[in-house]
């Protein structure tokens, strides 16, 4: 399999209460980034690691992040939008020509396991589209305007999707292009092949696999790395 991987690295995450992007705040000594771009790294099938970061930032990504730490797969950094989509794109329209499956990545999940990617880029092979993902353990529900409750969904149809979200190449390209013509804007990439009429596979991942939002994330992921 020849497959890529594109990591989203331009938010700023101002829940944070930094300054500076989360994804260079620390965890047990490294950059939060790091730790997704050392997972990518270490998988045959990923040919080559694509981040996505800000104007401003490349050249601190470049020097305190791509060339202070030992990678094996070329990394290449391309500059992000204004939207986390708009940022995807230009992730996965600098991945080789030849590559087969591209994996996105939010730089903000640095608990990500390789034997979880490359779970999930089997599953891509086999459907053209998969998500990570984990069952909901809290009951959800929906509610009004005024914040009365609407309804109960039933706990056993709901995940609570995660990245890396895995696609073939060209599908992809193709349902980011349509919404960009459509001027639609999705909260995730599965949303926009979705709106092409395709199936998306939802693969268990990790409930290790958080994202980065706020203070006391950092410190559950710095536990979670001395397990």
């Given at each position: 399999?020849?497959?890529?991987?594109?990591?989203?690295a331009a938010g700023?995450?101002?829940?944070?209460?930094h300054?500076v992007?989360k994804?260079?705040?620390?965890?047990a000594?490294k950059?939060v980034?790091?730790?997704?771009?050392?997972?990518?790294?270490?998988?045959?099938w990923?040919?080559?690691i694509?981040?996505?970061?800000?104007k401003?930032?490349?050249e601190?990504c470049?020097?305190?992040?791509?060339?202070?730490?030992?990678f094996?797969?070329?990394?290449?950094?391309?500059?992000g939008?204004?939207e986390?989509?708009?940022?995807?794109?230009n992730g996965?329209?600098?991945?080789?020509?030849?590559c087969e499956?591209?994996?996105?990545?939010?730089g903000?999940?640095?608990?990500?396991?390789?034997?979880t990617?490359?779970k999930?880029?089997?599953?891509a092979?086999?459907?053209k589209?998969?998500?990570?993902?984990?069952?909901?353990k809290?009951?959800i529900k929906?509610?009004?305007?005024?914040n009365?409750?609407?309804?109960?969904?039933d706990?056993?149809?709901?995940?609570?999707i995660?990245?890396p979200?895995?696609f073939?190449?060209n599908?992809?390209i193709?349902?980011?292009?349509?919404?960009?013509e459509?001027?639609?804007?999705?909260?995730d990439?599965?949303?926009?092949?979705?709106?092409?009429g395709?199936?998306?596979?939802v693969v268990?991942?990790d409930?290790r696999n958080?994202?980065?939002?706020?203070?006391?994330?950092?410190i559950?992921a710095?536990?979670?790395?001395?397990?």
């Open positions: 399999m020849n497959a890529s991987a594109v990591v989203v700023k995450g101002i829940r944070m209460g300054t992007n994804v260079y705040l620390t965890i000594g950059p980034l790091y730790y997704s771009l050392k997972a990518f790294d270490e998988i045959d990923i040919k080559e694509v981040v996505v970061v800000s401003e930032e490349m601190y470049q020097e305190n992040v791509v060339k202070k730490y030992i094996k797969k070329p990394i290449k950094l391309v500059e939008g204004s986390r989509q708009y940022s995807v794109y996965i329209t600098n991945t080789k020509v030849d499956i591209i994996a996105i990545h939010d903000a999940r640095p608990l990500i396991e390789k034997e990617v490359i999930a880029l089997k599953e092979y086999l459907h589209a998969v998500a990570l993902g984990v069952p909901v809290d009951t929906v509610v009004d305007g005024k009365f409750i609407l309804n109960t969904p706990r056993k149809y709901l995940w609570a995660q990245t979200q895995v073939e190449r599908l992809i193709k349902a980011h292009q349509k919404a960009l459509d001027g639609f804007l999705g909260t990439d599965t949303i926009l092949v979705e709106r092409l395709y199936n998306v596979k268990e991942g409930y958080i994202k980065i939002t706020t203070p006391e994330d950092l559950v710095e536990a979670f790395l001395k397990k």
